[in-house]
């Protein structure tokens, strides 16, 4: 991620004090473009404040807590979600033969701390901190943070964990242990999304497998317009049933 440079002054958020507005953010001719504000805390009316105006928290060792509005953002329609064939298939293998389990927050904990020790291509080290696992944590218990999990054979194999304020999915790491078992849980949400009819997962960062699976960037304007629109709508329950499958894999029949 970039480090906040020292040549241009941010503003810095004392406990409590309002966001500024989202398009007073870094633009592209500057070294860290997104970047909104510095300081403030990580508790959990900051946090709803911050997810429901389009803003994230992302900072590393050493840093003071960052917060983001990136423009333009990264966006997956559940409706446009590509699910690969082979990953469809896996899928169907696995439900028929009885070793595929979706669970969601049956250990949120757990699947934080092992997106925290995931590690990925470029970065040098996490910026899941202990800070932010406890504060997402917190998030979890206050209903609003939730796991999504992939179990195979009894076992946590992979899996996700994301945000949830009003009709708005907020997506934010993932990992895996066994081959595909995290694009299982992410496919597992979209199956959810579709069903609840939640039209929007935000995944923040641009990538080419983000958008290999229907990802499309959107202008931050726009984005902030849905999410003002999402949070006036009630948040569905977080359980996962099998029949969601069907969403996302219309052809497949329920094993007898």
Not at 36 to 47: N, W
Not at 123 to 133: F, K
Not at 169 to 193: I, N, P, W
Not at 209 to 214: K, R, V
Request: glycine fraction near 8%; aromatic fraction near 10%; include cysteine.
């Amino acid at each position: 991620m970039s480090h906040a440079p020292p040549n241009r002054a941010l503003p810095w958020l004392e406990p409590g004090q309002p966001f500024p507005p989202v398009d007073t953010a870094w633009g592209p001719s500057d070294p860290a473009p997104g970047l909104l504000a510095a300081g403030g805390v990580l508790d959990v009316p900051s946090l709803i404040a911050a997810y429901s105006r389009g803003i994230f928290p992302w900072f590393s060792a050493g840093q003071p807590i960052l917060w983001w509005s990136t423009d333009p953002r990264m966006v997956l329609e559940p409706r446009a979600f590509r699910l690969h064939r082979s990953l469809r298939k896996t899928i169907q293998k696995m439900r028929i033969e009885g070793r595929l389990d979706i669970r969601f927050d049956h250990d949120f904990e757990r699947v934080i701390r092992a997106c925290a020790q995931t590690t990925r291509d470029g970065q040098d080290g996490t910026w899941i901190l202990p800070a932010m696992v406890q504060a997402y944590t917190r998030l979890h218990h206050a209903g609003i943070a939730h796991s999504v999990e992939t179990w195979i054979d009894g076992e946590l194999a992979g899996g996700l964990y994301c945000i949830n304020l009003g009709s708005m999915v907020y997506g934010e790491s993932m990992f895996s242990r066994q081959s595909d078992a995290s694009k299982m849980a992410l496919a597992a949400l979209v199956a959810f999304c579709r069903a609840k009819e939640l039209p929007l997962i935000d995944c923040q960062q641009n990538t080419p497998h983000l958008s290999s699976l229907g990802g499309q960037l959107m202008h931050r304007a726009d984005f902030c317009r849905h999410v003002g629109g999402a949070m006036s709508r009630p948040a569905p329950r977080w359980e996962f049933q099998p029949i969601y499958w069907q969403e996302v894999i219309p052809e497949h029949r329920r094993p007898v």
